[in-house]
């Protein structure tokens, strides 16, 4: 953890290790063995000693949009010709968490004021997936409904749901939020279908493609069809008007589209089959053919078998009765197709996440490797039968030509973790922007920052990255502070694709879940903040969202005095005032626990806990300033974890899906694979973030044990005793006794937590264990 130990007399007389293992235990205290002094004092060793992070590097904050319940799961983004921003995605308006609806919302540039906010389909599950916006600032949705009220336009292609199971549909609003036109498309009887990317030509057409379930598919007189299964991805071409379908073609598409200046679509899918014989390769492509391969298989002898999918990339002519090009861009592994773009000659970029190492790449590229670090072996699952293609997940980069013949450049892009692309654009100058989710501390381009403001193994951070025209080097690299690990997205916009300057500035905006926005400025520089990033004192995760009573770490540059100051543990309450630094968050005092010129500990105070989003203000001595705007949430629980993101590792082996935390056995020393626990003993862990557990008592400090109010359940099966306050902490720290019960598994077993009803974000603990 991020905060200094209490003073040396904590702990002592508490009698014999088996009469303290029942007791609550700091990991600070002071007469557990000399192991774990040393692990707890270097964890703390680690952060203090880093100092403020003069000429760290460059990130970019991101901030809470208003206006959007928190909810929102963001699934589109755009910028209009006045730089105001558009999204489209689903919500969920109530506790049930499977019915979602679908909506569109426009904000000024500034990201700070709501202009609009329509559901577009409600009382059943709805979703918006893909969005355009055209040169005069309409905004284009599709999306699929269960809903039968859904609302459609007199004079629509379709209107009705003709007994589809769950239809697709495509609504236009003009710049005032009002409809223009709405239908349904592909409403047959039995028909599913999920529309997953979206352009939009100058005549206000709509090219859209996705996948469709069922036997019922419509397609169009005339029309491009090749062979393909009953459950099939499609490509369609809509009027302007949304009344008429000017092709409809079955067996291609699926991930991403792109339209050129003549109407030719571009599209990216992965195949269907192992062999890809569902693919419609043409004369004359780069790639034909393809390894068939398993990448899962579970159940008895592998009875369920899932091929890999590789990627490809084709190119439909005007009329959709003609493929001009179409060939796989693959390696042995499957590939996660992000987006296809086109530009002004005629040539394509492909942007995705592959997990194959022999992935197309060219003479002279600019990582013509992958650089991820292989984890260790597992140990056997305890799913037996079950098998999984290596998941070493990386982006990458392509060029192919206008003719889908050969590749231009090809490249991996990524680090020593998984990394994925998620998104592409192009700016006039003809470089390319890519967004992606990151865990590698070391991905291309990266700046140096203080290790707990890096994405790592188990906290990954939105990232943007530019690379010259000829994917030759990267030119610039950001990473977005101030958004949960995990959060879905990003989504990439930027100012000025082919079409319209959409951002006066020509900067470059990115939406990530939350909903929180990033805004990098044309000149690619951020303005200079003296907050470098917010954490979890406990487990060093990025904090877009935070809780009452949550403990949480500021780093940054002369934020606090030049001679670090803790709070003394002595006193019933913390300060709320340390070395002349303090924080308001929602314009109440926090209390301080540790300030330094590079480092803030403070408590989210519990009188936040009806506010939906709020502001956190920094005043630091020396008159230096910050603000974030960060979402609420009743519960954020983590486990603290030493700042550990190396796989938990025994006998060179580690379990399935397991993370590493501070764990204690019964005798106070901590868990390894050379100290397992005892079966049948306890062991004990240290919560954070269990939100309004003693309303009213913001920055206590007590002497005495305070019981935590939401229920501690272990699911994988061990029963916890009891969950306390750590002593000679302030009250947001807790222990948890917890006794093992579960059978032992190849010489480990697995703790899996939830307060409350809420899963604690390190899922799955492994804890080694002896008979």
Partial sequence: MAFPPPPATAFRGRGTPAARAFQPRSPWRHDTPAPFQCVSRLALLLLLAAGPLLGAGSSVAAAYLPGLPVTASISGMALDGSG??????????????????????????????????LVLADLLSSAAVPMAVDSAGNLYVAGNTTSPDFSTTPGALQTSFNGASLPGFVVKLDPTGKTVYSTLFY???????????????????????????????????????????????????????????????????????????????????????????????????????????????????????????????????????????????????????AQILVDANGDVYLAGTTGSTDYPTTSGALQPIDNVTPPPPSFPSQEFYAYSAPQL????????????????????????????????????????????????????????????????????MPLVARLDPNAASVTGAWLVEGVDPGATGPVLALSAQTGPALDPQGGLDLLTAGPH?????????????ALACIVDAFDYAPSGTISPGQILTIFGNSIGPASPLSYDPKLPTLPTVLGGASLLV???????????AGQIDFIVPYEIQRQTNTTL??????????????????????????????????????????????????????????????????????????GINVPGATGANPSGPVALQPAVVDLAGNLVLRAVSVPWAPLGSWEVDVLLLSPIYGGYQNLRLTVGGAAVRETTVAVWESP
Wanted: proline share 9%.
């Fill in 84 to 117: 105001n921003l558009l999204v489209s995605g689903s919500v969920q308006p109530g506790r049930d968490i499977t019915v979602r609806d679908a909506f569109a919302a426009k904000f000024s540039p500034d990201g700070q004021t709501l202009l609009y906010y």
């Fill in 187 to 337: 409403a047959e009887s039995g028909e599913s279908t999920y529309p997953w990317a979206m352009a939009v030509n100058a005549a206000g057409e709509v090219f859209l493609t996705g996948e469709t379930v069922g036997g019922n598919f419509p397609t169009t007189p005339g029309s491009l069809q090749p062979a393909y299964p009953v459950d099939t991805f499609f490509v369609l071409r809509l009027g302007a008007a949304g009344d008429r379908l000017i092709y409809s073609v079955g067996g291609v598409g699926e991930s991403s589209i792109a339209v050129d200046a003549q109407n030719n679509a571009y599209i990216l899918g992965a195949s269907f089959y192992a062999d890809g014989s569902d693919v419609p390769i043409t004369p004359g492509a780069y790639q034909s053919t393809i390894t068939p391969t398993i990448c899962s298989a579970a159940g008895l002898f592998f009875g369920f078998a899932f091929p890999c999918q590789h990627q490809y990339a084709a190119k439909l002519d005007p009329t959709g009765t003609k493929l001009l090009f179409c060939t796989f861009v693959s390696g042995t592994y499957s590939e996660t197709p």
């Fill in 393 to 460: 997940q990386t982006g990458y980069l392509s060029k192919l030509s206008g003719d889908g013949a050969r590749l231009i450049y090809s490249t991996f892009l990524g680090g020593s973790q998984m990394d994925s692309i998620t998104g592409m654009a192009m700016d006039p100058a003809g470089e390319l922007y890519l967004a992606a989710r990151v865990q590698s501390p070391d991905f291309p381009g990266l700046p140096a920052l203080l290790q707990p403001c890096l994405p790592s193994r188990l906290h990954d």
């Fill in 517 to 529: 926005l990033a805004r990098i400025p044309a000149s690619g520089a951020p303005p200079a903040d």
């Fill in 586 to 596: 929602g314009g109440v005092p926090a209390p301080l626990m540790y300030v330094s």
């Fill in 617 to 690: 203000q920094l005043a630091a001595p020396g008159g230096v300033s910050a603000a974030r705007t960060l979402a609420v949430s009743p519960m954020m629980p983590s486990l603290a974890t030493g700042g550990a993101t190396d796989y938990p590792v025994c006998q060179g082996q580690t379990p399935p899906g397991s993370v590493t935390a501070v764990v204690l056995n019964a005798d106070g020393t901590p868990n390894s694979c050379a100290n397992p626990a005892t079966a049948g003993l306890t062991v004990s862990v240290f919560l954070n973030g269990t």
